[in-house]
């Protein structure tokens, strides 16, 4: 197994963990549940979704009264925490690229605070549990947050 510390070239990290002094609190609404683990996970989620693999969400159910109001087949945008990503890399050397760049430049899961957002497609609503077409993280993944993608506001203009 590769170690996920390890610096690329023309990378640089911080020189101590952002993580260590948390300046807020994140309250995790439920978790993300996936096939995915280090080793196969898709890169994006369109990868994710060439693949079809099962995903759902599986809400704390206290926050379950906070679904009404979504419909099977609506796009939602999910905000998850990437809890097992990097927190201290200034740059990054993708393998899919042959320079070093910023990491406010690249979609990558390490960065200071690594929030995650991918714009998915309800499959089934049950209780707290939440079908969705597919994900890009690994199983067990928490989720911070749940927001009704709206065409009129999500996209940007021309």
Known sequence: MADVNQIRAGETALPADPAAKPDAGVVFIGRIRSP???GNCPRNI???RAEHPDAWIELDP???PALAG???GQPILLLYWMNHARRDLLTQTPTHVDVARGTFSLRS???PNP???STVRITSLDGNRIGI???DCFDDTPLIDIKP???TIDIPPA
Do not use: T
Request: glycine share 0%.
């Open 133 to 135: 077409d597919a994900i």
């Open 36 to 38: 995915w683990a280090r």
């Open 149 to 151: 993608w709206l065409e």
């Open 46 to 48: 369109s990868k994710a």
């Open 62 to 64: 206290k926050w379950a």
């Open 115 to 117: 929030v995650a957002a």
């Open 109 to 111: 899961p390490n960065r």
């Open 70 to 72: 979504l419909v099977v």
